[in-house]
């Protein structure tokens, strides 16, 4: 099955993503192999993730989304989380 258009409406209402990096030294782009060391732009560890200036989305769990919409699973396995 080929549905690959099926969600073609793309709404450009949310992410305010600067199109440059304005930061010294520039943060690390969204396909770089350190994207997570970019800077946080947004931080809500209420609901367990952070948006880096790259636009890559971080969650708690290390796992990333980016902005193409690429799925990075969670790569610190180990971690001793400290579930309150
Ligand atoms: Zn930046």
Redesign the pocket.
Known sequence: MNTSSSRGTVTTTQRKIPPM???QP??PTSDSADRDA??LVAHHPEQGWSLL??GVLLFEDTGELLPDGQIIAPHRVGLTMTVA
Do not use: S, Y
């Open positions: 990096c304005q930061h520039a943060c970019a800077r200036c790259n």
